[in-house]
Structures are given as structure tokens and as C-alpha cells.
């Protein structure tokens, strides 16, 4: 089944880490470019990282820029996301998202989601 | 920053019934460049459309879209049980690419 996985959320204090995973499977992940995405309760789905199918192309948005760092194991078809620095605002249902090999920035693949509460 | 809004906020019909979904942009959309996503809770997003109205693989024909410029239209022709969700819109002609704030799509 081509299908997305995402997990490692969970509760953690202001300015702690955190580290989020997505395992693929059924689909060839080193021929995709992978994205992080997340949604904050009562807030648009936002986009916050890319990373290109050899790792050799990497994007944030300005809001994680500087506190998360994404990256991938082709061998192990996983994403990672390394969450540093984290805030209340950060609070958030985490996805990746799946996108052709030169990108086209909309998504067709996406994991259920994984929480991530950060408290104060 | 491209606004997206989508209205209306929750749209209540019954199985059978056509919906109407729109999307409004702040600004021209560049290339036509516009998704369409369904969700159900706790499942994984679903990519509908892309391009405006082109269909994504294995999305049945009930679902089509259209629209230019600044205004979209996502319409199921004919409700089926599990088409009750919220519909998100997306562009992806600039940066930072942004998403709409949903349409609720519920039983009447």
C-alpha cells in the first residue's frame, strides 16, 4: 500500500526538541521530493519545509527557520524533521507531504498526522 | 502573501445533493497554479485537484473545478456518503504557497 507514516509527536515543554518521523512505503522515496506541513489548531494548513529528492535542496519557511532541520534516509525510506527551540505556537498536527522529483508544490500523498503539544 | 478564503464556512446538504465550493485569492493566481484537498478527520489529506481542474489519480468524476484569476469553484455533482469532510484550497503559483481555511462539508 503507497501510504505515508508520521510519529515521534507528543507533549513537550517551550524550548525543548523534538524529533518527527515518516516512514514511506509502497512507492519509490528516493525518486520523490519530501515536504513537512502542519496545522495548528483553528489555523490554516502551513507549510514549513522541503527537502529535495537527493537532500541537495533544502527549504524552510520563516517561521522554523533557524529551530528545525529536515532531512532523509533514502535507504531507510524515512523524513525527518529535528524540532529545536520549541514554542507554544509550534503546537500543531504534523504531516508530510509527497512531491514529484522536480517539484510542482502541491501534495499527493500525505500522512495522517502526527500531534505535537508544546507547553509552557 | 496570498490570502485564500473559502465560504462558505460549512455548507449542510444531503447525500445526492450538488455542492458548491468557493475559493477567492487576495491576488491573480500565477499559471492557474490551484489544489484542492479533501480531509476527514483523523485520516491523511487528499489531493482532489490541482491546475485548477485537473482531476488526481483515482478521484472519481463527481468532483470537478474550475475558476481563473482570483476565483475557484470546487463542485461535487452528486453527494456520496463519504464525501462529507472539509475541502481545503491551496496555491502554489508564489511564495510562500498558502492554504484556505476549509469548507465543511456536513449532513443536512
Known amino acids: 500500500e503507497v501510504q505515508l507514516v508520521e510519529f515521534g509527536g507528543g507533549l513537550v515543554q517551550s524550548g525543548g526538541s523534538l524529533r518527527l518521523s515518516c516512514a514511506a512505503s509502497g512507492f519509490t522515496f528516493s525518486s520523490y521530493s519530501m515536504n513537512w506541513l502542519r496545522q495548528s489548531p483553528g489555523k490554516e494548513l502551513e507549510w514549513i519545509s522541503y527537502?529535495?529528492?537527493?537532500?541537495?535542496?533544502?527549504y524552510y519557511a520563516d517561521s522554523v527557520k533557524g529551530r528545525f532541520t529536515i532531512s532523509r534516509d533514502n535507504a531507510k525510506n524515512s523524513l525527518y524533521l529535528q524540532m529545536n527551540s520549541l514554542r507554544d505556537d509550534d503546537t500543531a498536527v504534523y504531516y508530510c507531504?509527497?512531491?514529484?522529483?522536480?517539484?510542482?508544490?502541491?501534495?499527493?500523498?500525505w500522512g495522517r498526522g502526527t500531534l505535537v503539544t508544546v507547553s509552557s | 502573501e496570498m490570502m485564500l478564503t473559502q465560504s462558505p464556512g460549512t455548507l449542510s446538504l444531503s447525500p445526492g445533493e450538488r455542492a458548491t465550493l468557493s475559493c477567492r485569492a487576495s491576488q491573480t493566481v500565477n499559471s492557474n497554479y490551484l489544489a484542492w484537498y479533501q480531509h476527514k478527520t483523523g485520516q491523511a489529506p487528499r489531493l482532489l485537484i490541482y491546475g485548477v481542474f485537473n482531476r488526481a489519480t483515482g478521484i472519481p468524476d463527481r468532483f470537478s473545478a474550475s475558476g481563473s484569476g482570483t476565483d475557484f469553484t470546487l463542485t461535487i455533482s452528486r453527494l456520496e456518503p463519504e464525501d462529507f469532510a472539509v475541502y481545503y484550497c491551496?496555491?502554489?503559483?508564489?511564495?510562500?504557497?498558502?492554504f484556505g481555511p476549509g469548507t465543511k462539508v456536513d449532513v443536512k
Open positions: 527537502i529535495s529528492s537527493s537532500s541537495d535542496i533544502i
Open positions: 507531504g509527497r512531491d514529484k522529483r522536480d517539484p510542482t508544490w502541491y501534495f499527493d500523498l
Open positions: 491551496q496555491h502554489y503559483g508564489s511564495s510562500p504557497l498558502t
